[in-house]
C-alpha cells in the first residue's frame, strides 16, 4: 500500500510563494504519475498539475500555468508543487495523488493513492 505524506503548506500574503512536498512509501515512485489536486470549501476537488514517472512531461489546469511548477526527484520519493504569485483564490487543502497504472490524467478516479492533504492559505 502506497502512503503518500504533504507538507509545506501554510499562511502567505498574496504575491508570496510556497512550495509543497510530498513523500511516498510502500511502493515504487518511480513507476507513478504524480498529480497534485486541490479542494476549496464549499467546492469540488479540482486537478493542478500531473508530471509523469520520469518528468519528461507536466500539465497544469489553465489557472496556475506560469505560476506553479510540478516536479518530482525519484531518489528521494518526492514530488514538489512549487507555487509564485499565489492568489487569495488558490486558497484550499491541497492534496498529493499517486496513479499506479500506466499514463496520467486529470480527473481525480485517475489517480490510486492520497495523501492526507496540506492547508494553503493566501491572504490578500
Known amino acids: 500500500q502506497v502512503q503518500l505524506v504533504e507538507s509545506g503548506g501554510g499562511l502567505v500574503q498574496a504575491g508570496g510563494s510556497l512550495r509543497l512536498s510530498c513523500v511516498a512509501s510502500g511502493g515504487t515512485f518511480s513507476a507513478y504519475t504524480m498529480g497534485w489536486f486541490r479542494q476549496a470549501p464549499g467546492k469540488e476537488r479540482e486537478f493542478v498539475a500531473t508530471i509523469t514517472w520520469s518528468g519528461s512531461r507536466t500539465y497544469y489546469t489553465d489557472s496556475v500555468k506560469g505560476r506553479f511548477t510540478i516536479s518530482r526527484d525519484n531518489a528521494k520519493n518526492t514530488a514538489y508543487l512549487q507555487m509564485n504569485s499565489l492568489k487569495p483564490e488558490d486558497t484550499a487543502v491541497y492534496y498529493c495523488?499517486?496513479?499506479?497504472?500506466?499514463?496520467?490524467?486529470?480527473?481525480?478516479?485517475?489517480?490510486?493513492?492520497w495523501g492526507q492533504g496540506t492547508q494553503v492559505t493566501v491572504s490578500s
Open positions: 495523488a499517486a496513479r499506479g497504472r500506466p499514463g496520467y490524467g486529470t480527473g481525480a478516479s485517475d489517480y490510486d493513492f
